[in-house]
């Protein structure tokens, strides 16, 4: 019996905002062999040319990587990861010009749903392939990652299974899935309280599912109708289980951002919930409320 050979070719990858998951990705990639070409602001970009990416994390070490750096996309990549915030993607893409793109597959790593559809818009269908990745991953200065999440996954939907080869072996967790809708609200399924109620009480999780355990349950059933309705089945059982097993110290993005007065991506997590559940005629109170007290600048 003959096997295909493993490619083992580096590969030239562009990270579209180099922030906390991006600057993870970027590093891993690029201490495995991988040419990465960093696209940032000209400080940021400046900073990457310099002194290169350091990463300090309790799974994958302290190291710093040399990686490249760019204002703007100027030659064809084989894959690139989009990985900026919802409220900087229209922005940011001016960084990736579609005639410059090339073959590569574009992988987006942001939250929510409706960015997927955005991309497709602006580059070839077939080429964006939907991704998510759970973590919790900091950028503490330009170039500085912080990674204290005990994990890093990602799953991917679409023909990569190359590209996930490639990612598994920089030790990253990388999984497959046929079903797009399916990952994206199961990606969802968990943020949406995850943020909105670390958010809304300005506490680490372990406080929310002890303190407001009973606004955590709502919050998940609403959430799992929802997923339902939209073609992913949820178990808010077990969802209650994920929660009930992360460590007691994590927060999310969202609460982050509110700390260091940065635009939150409240419309693109909470919103997106919403309007899905209003498309399949479902009421979710608990989750409006939370949606709506976060839109009141006094509670953030």
Avoid at 108 to 116: I, K
Avoid at 206 to 224: K, S, Y
Avoid at 269 to 282: D, F, S, T, Y
Wanted: net charge negative.
């Amino acid at each position: 019996m003959t096997t295909t050979p493993i490619s083992t070719t580096p590969l030239t990858i562009a990270v579209l905002g180099p922030g906390g998951v991006g600057g993870l990705l970027a590093g891993l990639l690029a201490r495995a062999g991988h040419r990465v070409i960093c696209l940032a602001g000209e400080d940021t970009a400046a900073v990457l040319n310099r002194d290169g990416l350091h990463v300090r994390s309790g799974q994958f070490g302290e190291f710093t990587a040399r990686v490249e750096a760019a204002t703007e996309l100027r030659e064809p990549v084989d894959a690139v990861f989009v990985t900026v915030k919802e409220t900087a993607l229209a922005d940011a893409l001016d960084r990736l010009p579609p005639q410059v793109l090339g073959a590569a597959v574009v992988v987006p790593l942001l939250n929510g749903l409706d960015h997927v559809a955005a991309l497709r818009e602006r580059y070839p269908t077939g080429q964006v392939a939907a991704g998510t990745i759970r973590v919790e991953a900091t950028r503490t200065a330009p170039g500085r990652i912080e990674h204290t999440s005990p994990f890093v996954v990602l799953e991917l939907a679409g023909p990569v299974a190359d590209l996930a080869d490639r990612l598994r072996r920089t030790g990253l967790t990388v999984e497959l899935r046929e079903d797009e809708t399916a990952m994206l609200w199961s990606k969802l399924s968990f943020l949406a309280p995850f943020a909105l109620l670390t958010t809304r009480y300005r506490s680490e999780i372990g406080v929310v599912r002890t303190a407001h355990r009973p606004e955590l349950l709502t919050v998940l059933d609403e959430i799992a109708t929802v997923s339902g309705a939209a073609g992913a089945p949820a178990d808010a059982p077990a969802l209650l289980t994920v929660f009930d097993r992360l460590p007691g110290s994590m927060k999310s993005s969202m609460q982050r951002d509110v700390e260091a007065g940065r635009p939150t991506e409240l419309d693109a997590i909470g919103g997106a919930v919403l309007r899905a559940a209003a498309a399949h005629g479902i009421d979710t109170p608990a989750l409006a409320r939370l949606v709506r007290e976060l839109s009141e600048p006094a509670k953030q």
